[in-house]
């Protein structure tokens, strides 16, 4: 018989198995907790596209619009109508920006703060922490252009991060300017940067012309040299684009929240306008120090062919912060899958198992062991399974309606009646003490 070699899932995805499941559910609900708080209503949105929407709210000069892009093969409707081209999105702004529009959101008082939590999809080179598949917490408020509100999603991420435990963040900050200053910066370091071209990576000499605020941010060595004498675009904003972050730097002070000025943050997507920020943590170390960035995209509704709208955003990477809970901090310990195990010790006891089974998961979680094994394999797998409890069941005690209960820990046992087992189970005494209170009983069978 022809064996089929076993199939694993493909590269750059994985599995969240139930210890790293705790971390992620850990994050997930801090993030919740915060976000309702700050006074953001939770969404969700679909994960597949239209491919236009994220061409042209990422950017296709940008890798996560671009070369990652995780494209669909369109499929005819039934009715004969071409499909769609479609993709799996990379981010979430550009559809919360779509979703906000397309729901009437913009009808209603303004701003709108709104949050989601879910997978994004990036065709990157799988390495420690940077995934094909990863989940973000995203975060927008979208209808003005207060730099307050800049203020209010770095205050609600950093007070998510620390919800979760982490401590020693770090902010950088950085204001790329907007359509009316930052054409003639881009100029200016298009000019600066092309003597240099031959010596710049392949990359770099493409975003030299493509995309050149990204030459700020490239990490690779040959281009290094370069960059402490690039000209800076903190000294060309325009008017308003200067008081805007002299405003934002003030309510950080206000807020008691530091921050490192970075002229070499520009962050990878297009549509971004004046902040854009980063929260990273040393401990992750190199390239994949980031928890999380943002930053104010007043550009992108036109872009999306809506009204002007002003917004402003935040994604954290919700794999690297539960990385950081379990590995770093090891604060989570993830609870047994059940405290209770029902034990049943002969074959044609399914039926009162099932059924003390139901009884007790009236009070704690309760898994029943079937499988036609000794009491003893079934103990050792229970002694490992880390539950608090195992009831004991045999014919003759089942025909009376009664189990032994015994705590793992203290190796205490008593007989104890199914209908007593709730409150056996989450009494703080025991068994034993049930005992002497009474809740022993003894019944006949059904
Ligand atoms: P970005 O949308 O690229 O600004 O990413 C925001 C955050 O999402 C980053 O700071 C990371 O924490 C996380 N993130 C981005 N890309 C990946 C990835 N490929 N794998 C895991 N986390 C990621």
Redesign the pocket.
């Known amino acids: 018989m022809p064996t089929n070699p076993p199939i694993k899932a493909a590269r750059g995805l994985r599995d969240i198995l139930p210890a790293e499941r705790t971390a992620y559910a850990v994050v997930e609900h801090a993030a919740q907790d915060l976000a309702r708080r700050f006074g953001y209503q939770e969404v969700e949105l679909p994960i597949i596209e239209p491919v236009e929407l994220i061409e042209r709210g990422v950017g296709t000069g940008s890798d996560?619009g671009g070369k990652e892009l995780y494209r669909l093969e369109p499929h005819a409707d039934a009715d004969g109508e071409a499909g769609a081209r479609l993709v799996l999105r990379p981010?979430a702004t550009a559809s919360m920006v779509r979703a906000y529009f397309q729901g009437g959101l913009n009808q209603g008082p303004q701003p709108v703060r709104l949050f989601t939590i879910g997978p994004m999809f990036?065709h990157?080179r799988p390495q420690h922490?940077?995934?094909?598949q990863?989940a973000?917490l995203d975060v927008e408020v979208i209808g003005d252009d207060s730099p307050a509100y800049d203020v209010e999603v770095i205050e609600m991420t950093w007070g998510w991060l620390e919800a979760t435990g982490i401590r020693n963040l770090s902010l950088e900050l950085n204001t790329i300017g907007d359509a009316n200053c930052r054409p003639r910066y881009l100029r200016l370091l298009q000019d600066y940067y092309r003597p240099f071209r031959d010596k710049l990576h392949p990359d770099c000499q493409r975003r030299l012309e493509d995309n050149p605020l990204r030459l700020l941010d490239c990490k690779e060595a040959q281009c290094q040299p370069f960059k402490a004498a690039a000209p800076k675009i903190t000294d060309h904003l325009c008017g308003p684009c200067a008081a805007a972050f002299e405003q934002v730097k003030s309510l950080l002070d206000a807020a008691g929240l530091e921050y490192r000025l970075n002229p070499y943050l520009v962050?990878?997507l297009d549509y971004y306008t004046r902040t854009v920020f980063?929260l990273q943590h040393g401990s992750l170390g190199g390239a994949q120090n980031?928890?999380?960035?943002g930053g104010r995209y007043d550009a992108l509704a036109a872009e999306l062919g809506y009204p002007d709208t002003p917004g402003v955003g935040f994604?954290?990477?919700i794999?690297?912060v539960a990385y950081m809970l379990q590995h770093e901090l090891g604060t989570v310990t993830p609870p047994a899958a059940a405290d209770v195990l029902v034990l049943p010790m002969n074959e044609g006891l399914e039926r009162a198992a099932a059924q003390v089974g139901r009884i007790c998961r009236r009070a704690s979680p309760t898994a029943v062991d079937y499988r036609t094994r000794s009491l003893r394999a079934k103990m050792r797998a229970a002694d490992r399974s880390g539950a608090t409890w195992v009831v004991i069941m045999n014919a003759e005690e089942a025909q009376r309606r009664v189990v032994q209960l015994r705590n793992l820990a203290s190796g205490d046992q008593r007989e104890v009646a199914w209908d007593a087992l709730p409150e056996a189970i989450t009494s703080p005494q025991g068994p034993g003490e049930i005992a002497r209170s009474g809740g022993v009983k003894r019944e006949g069978p059904e």
């Open positions: 996560a981010e990036r990157d922490l940077r995934y094909r990863f973000q962050r990878g980063e980031a928890l999380g960035g994604a954290g990477g794999d690297r």
